[in-house]
């Protein structure tokens, strides 16, 4: 779908991550094909597949920096973007607590809501705290990246964390909507499904561990 795309090659590979190089690649250069579309568990929305390079040639000038510092630019890149990963978890997890909440108003079960029950309460209250606290990781990610300061450990927290309370609160919307929580007639199943990339994607959340704890122990 993409125009244009992020590359990140080994310009030297004796170099290791010091011999990466990013470049901006058009989807129209010639040797530049895509293979097919991905079957993925969710998050179908967004296409995925794989870039295959055949004898592709560029111009020096679609170099992004100044060379052998693609690995540079990917982890500056990764301070930016996994607050934004964890945002999108949150967004899920969200939009998953509206669906339990209406839900539960609105099902009765032995004379009355089951919002009424304290377990199904307590659920819900459980599922507020976890998203207010992922949120402000993530906003304090993000304002420490707007005023230009280090947030490698703030945003790999924020990531993680909002990722793990985003599967913990569809799961737990799935519980609530009971039966129909299955069924893909509802949407909580689709946000549970949704909210496990967030684990996996701009590194695990078993990389993020080892980010957090590397910063920490400088
Ligand atoms: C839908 C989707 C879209 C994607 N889009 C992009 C994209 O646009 N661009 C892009 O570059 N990538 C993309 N990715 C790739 C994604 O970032 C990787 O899949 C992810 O970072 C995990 O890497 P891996 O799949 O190689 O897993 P692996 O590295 O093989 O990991 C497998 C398991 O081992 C664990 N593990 C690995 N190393 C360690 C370690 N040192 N310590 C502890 N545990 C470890 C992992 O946490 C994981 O549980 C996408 C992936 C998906 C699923």
Request: net charge neutral; glycine share 8%.
């Amino acid at each position: 779908m993409a125009k244009t795309y992020s590359v990140f090659a080994k310009e030297n590979p004796e170099r290791g991550q010091e011999g990466i190089s990013a470049f901006a690649v058009p989807a129209n250069t010639p040797g530049f094909t895509t293979g097919k579309i991905d079957h993925k568990m969710g998050n179908r929305a967004s296409p995925t597949s794989e870039v295959i390079f055949e004898d592709v040639r560029i111009p020096a000038r679609y170099r992004l920096g100044e060379g052998f510092d693609g690995f540079k630019i990917a982890m500056m890149t990764l301070n930016e973007s996994r607050a934004g990963v964890g945002a999108s978890a949150v967004g899920v997890a969200r939009a998953a607590l509206e669906a339990a909440s209406a839900y539960a108003k609105e099902r009765i079960q032995f004379g009355r809501p089951i919002s009424e029950l304290q377990a199904i309460q307590f659920m819900l209250a459980d599922m507020i705290m976890k998203i207010d606290a992922a949120l402000f990781l993530c906003w304090k990610a993000a304002w420490l990246y707007d005023n230009v300061q280090h947030n490698t450990q703030e945003s790999a927290i924020a990531k993680c964390f909002a990722a793990n309370i985003g599967i913990e609160v569809t799961t737990d919307a799935v519980q609530i909507l009971g039966g129909y929580g299955y069924m893909n007639e509802y949407l909580v199943e689709k946000y549970m499904r949704d909210a496990k990339l967030h684990q996996i994607w701009e590194g695990t959340n078993q990389i993020q561990r080892i980010v957090i704890a590397r910063q920490h122990l400088g």
